[in-house]
């Protein structure tokens, strides 16, 4: 009896060994052990498209001149039509500084006077250092009368009385500045002329504190500070006479002869004055969808009202005038005005 008892424990052990050896037995909670990685390709999940913020950054000019409010307008407008799109605009020196910014990327867009923004594409004058800058245009803006002021009082009745004089040119890297330039070179004064770098506040400060005799400015008008300087002191414009006209149409094709207008500032005539297109401009390689819906949006009608409210110089945003530039135009900027036009 002893034997068997003996016999069939011995029995059970094996037979609970066995049990346990192949899992049958009850399963006990295992502590997880960290395991090397297996040197295996990954597999890529396909990411899901994710939607891009687009900012866009302005370069406009200085206060007191079209291109600041302006380029706070187009911004603004941009903003409120392009999903997706944060837009700010910058004060700058204007035309030079603005291609520049473009070129490098600084700024999505720029404003800048025709003549400069062709020296910049070809890299002549002011760019000779640069070289020929990957600028496009994005769509032609405004005509613009180079202004003159003098005080009421002042002995200078033409261009070529600045000789010997005290004048504002603008800002450096302006616009304005190389238009002057050419003016007083054309006259035969550059280097008579004692030529100072304001910006437009601190030229319009300087002529009525007489620090200057006059004031060159370059805008549509009628602009704003302009109409500071005349409610402070009586003041007079200076005409561009028909021989620096055609002097200086024979070099430089992309000016023209113009006025500042009758009524304007209170004028009783037209005061004849040297005239240029102003041009926003963008970089070549802007993606040419991106290209097309902002002209869109620049010109809807309802960005055209709110454009006009915010400047009077809106009015001349039609998509006829637009589409003629100097410079080229951006290929998603020349598909809109093909559909448009």
Request: charged letters at 25%.
């Amino acid at each position: 009896m002893k034997k068997s008892f003996v016999c069939l424990l011995s029995v059970l052990l094996v037979f609970t060994l066995v049990f346990a050896t192949f899992g049958c037995a009850p399963e006990e909670e295992v502590e997880p052990v960290d395991e090397e990685p297996v040197d295996e390709e990954p597999v890529e999940e396909p990411e899901e498209p994710v939607d891009e913020e687009l900012f866009v950054v302005v370069a406009a000019g200085s206060p007191g001149g079209v291109y600041f409010p302006l380029g706070a307008g187009i911004a603004y407008v941009l903003e409120r039509r392009i999903d997706g799109m944060t837009a700010m605009s910058e004060t700058t020196g204007a035309s030079v500084e603005n291609c520049r910014l473009v070129a490098t990327g600084e700024s999505e867009m720029g404003m800048a006077m025709a003549n400069v923004a062709w020296d910049a594409y070809v890299g002549e004058e002011a760019f000779e250092d640069d070289g020929a800058l990957p600028i496009r245009t994005l769509f032609s803006m405004y005509p613009a009368q180079q202004h003159l002021l003098v005080p009421a009082g002042s002995d200078i009745e033409s261009m070529y009385d600045l000789a010997g004089k005290r004048v504002s040119v603008d800002a450096p890297g302006s616009g304005c500045e190389v238009t002057s330039y050419i003016i007083l070179e054309a006259a035969g004064i550059r280097d008579e002329v004692d030529a100072v770098n304001y910006s437009q506040p601190e030229a319009r400060d300087a002529l009525l504190d007489g620090e200057v005799d006059a004031v060159f400015y370059n805008f549509a008008s009628p602009a704003a500070v302009v109409e500071e300087i005349k409610a402070a002191r009586d003041i007079r414009f200076i005409p561009m006479d028909d021989e620096l006209f055609d002097a200086i149409i024979a070099d430089y094709p992309y000016f023209s002869p113009g006025a500042i207008p009758e009524g304007h500032y209170g004028l009783e005539e037209d005061v004849p004055a040297l005239t240029v297109g102003n041009l926003m401009l963008v970089h070549e390689d802007m993606d040419e969808q991106l290209v097309y819906d902002m002209v869109q949006a620049i010109f809807h009608e309802d960005s055209l009202n709110e454009l006009i409210g915010i400047h009077p110089i809106a009015q001349n945003f039609t998509v006829e005038l637009a589409a003629e530039a100097p410079v080229p135009f951006h290929a998603g900027a020349e598909r809109y005005f093909e559909e448009h036009n």
